[in-house]
C-alpha cells in the first residue's frame, strides 16, 4: 500500500486571503485567515498528484481518510510558547555566534561586552528570542569540549537572562543544556536532532523544556561529503515523524516541538532548494517550522558572482518566500534588514 503525503500549496496572503477564506474558497494555515491555500499535493515515493481542495471529496476513501486527518493538523491553530507569537509569523530568532569560527560571523561577538551590546540590538530591531552558541557546528567544524563550549557562554548568557532577554540555547551536549536551563533559557536548539548525545532526551523530559528538533546528516566534519537522500523531502519528513514517535514512547507528551529541516546541514543545493521550495509539506506534520536560510551557501551558488559575505538579499528574499509558504520561525542574523524587508511586503501587498 502506498504511503501518503500531503502538501498545502498555492497559497494565499494578506487581506485578499482574508477575503477568500471568508468566501470559503480557502483554508487557513493554523487557523491564520491572513495566509490560506486552495490547493493540496498528494505525494507518494513514486507520484505526486495536484488537486484543489474541492476535489478532495472525489478521491478514494483511504486517500480521503488520510488527507482529511492531515488537513486537521496544517489548519490546527499554534500555542505561543518560548516567546514566539504564532498569531504574528514570522517569528525571528536573533543569531548570537560567541565562537570563533562559526561561518559568518565567527570572532565578531565572543568577548562578553560586544556579545551583549549585540543580543541587545537584535531584540530591540524585532528578534523574539536570541539563539546564543559556543560551539560552531558549520562545515568542516569539529566538536569542541564541554567546559570550553560552557565557559564561551557562560557569563554573557548569566548576564543577558538579568537583563531579561529571552535565550534560546544552541548546543548538542546534555549538561550544557541542563546548565542552561537552570539560569533560565526559554528554548533547547540541538542541530543534531537530539542524536549527539544520549541524555539529552533524559534531560528534556526532566525539565519539561521547550525544544526544536533539526534534520542533519552526519557530523559538521564530514555531513557535506556527498550528502544522498532516496528523496530529501520525503526522508526528512519521516525522520521527523519518527523523532516524535521516539519521544512519545519516552514520555515527552508536550507539543512545545519546533521542526527545522536542517538547511546545509548535510544537503547541497538540490536538496536545499528543494526543501525549501516544498517546505510547506512539514505542516501536515502539526508544528511550528523553523528555517535557519540566513546567509547560507545556497545564496552564493545561486547569486553567483552577486555574492557577498553579508548576503542581506539572498537572505530576505528567501525569509519572503517562507513567509508566504507560512513558515513560523526564521533564524537570522541580520534581524533589523529581514524585518523591514517583511514589513515592506506585507504594507505592499496589502496596500
Known amino acids: ?12 496572503y494578506g487581506n485578499h486571503s482574508i477575503k477568500l477564506v471568508n468566501q470559503k474558497k480557502t483554508l487557513p494555515l493554523c487557523k491564520k485567515k491572513e495566509i490560506s491555500f486552495d490547493q493540496i499535493e498528494i505525494i507518494t515515493r513514486k507520484s505526486k498528484r495536484r488537486i484543489s481542495i474541492n476535489q478532495i471529496k472525489n478521491l478514494s476513501k483511504p486517500q480521503r481518510k488520510k488527507i482529511n486527518f492531515d488537513l486537521k493538523k496544517i489548519k490546527l491553530k499554534k500555542k505561543n510558547f518560548s516567546n514566539f507569537n504564532f498569531e504574528k ?3 525571528l530568532l536573533g543569531i548570537l555566534n560567541l565562537t570563533p569560527d562559526s561561518f559568518s560571523d565567527g570572532g565578531k561577538f565572543n568577548s562578553t561586552k560586544k556579545g551583549v551590546y549585540h543580543a541587545t540590538n537584535l531584540i530591540r530591531d524585532g528578534a523574539n528570542l ?3 552558541g559556543g560551539e560552531s557546528t558549520r562545515p568542516g567544524s569539529k566538536a569542541i569540549s564541554e567546559s570550553l563550549e560552557w565557559n564561551r557562554i557562560n557569563k554573557i548568557l548569566k548576564l543577558l537572562i538579568k537583563k531579561k532577554i529571552p535565550l534560546s540555547l544552541d548546543t548538542r551536549k546534555s549538561n550544557i543544556m541542563e546548565k542552561g536551563i537552570k539560569k533560565g533559557v526559554k528554548l533547547i536548539n540541538d542541530v543534531s536532532g537530539l542524536d549527539f548525545d544520549v541524555n539529552t532526551i533524559g534531560i528534556l523530559k526532566k525539565y519539561k523544556v521547550p525544544f526544536i528538533i533539526q534534520h542533519s546528516k552526519g ?29 512519545r514512547s519516552k514520555g515527552i507528551k508536550h507539543n512545545n516541538i519546533i521542526l527545522d529541516p536542517g538547511i546545509g546541514f548535510g544537503k547541497n543545493l538540490k536538496h536545499n532548494m528543494s526543501l525549501i521550495h516544498n517546505i510547506s509539506i512539514f505542516h501536515s506534520l502539526g508544528f511550528p517550522i523553523l528555517v535557519g536560510n540566513s546567509r547560507k551557501r545556497f545564496i552564493k551558488d545561486l547569486s553567483g558572482k552577486n555574492d557577498s559575505k553579508s548576503r542581506i538579499g539572498g537572505t530576505t528574499a528567501s525569509s519572503i518566500y517562507l513567509m508566504m509558504q507560512g513558515v513560523q520561525i526564521l533564524r537570522i542574523h541580520d534581524v533589523n534588514e529581514v524585518k523591514q524587508g517583511l514589513k515592506i511586503f ?3 501587498i496589502n496596500y
Open 219 to 247: 557530523l559538521p566534519e564530514n555531513m557535506q561529503n556527498k550528502p544522498h537522500y532516496k528523496n530529501e523531502i520525503l526522508d526528512i519528513y519521516d525522520f521527523f515523524e519518527d523523532k516524535i514517535k521516539l519521544l
Open 346 to 348: 506585507k504594507k505592499i
Open 1 to 12: 500500500m502506498f504511503r501518503y503525503y500531503t502538501r498545502a500549496c498555492n497559497f494565499y
Open 89 to 91: 509569523s514570522p517569528n
Open 130 to 132: 536570541i539563539d546564543i
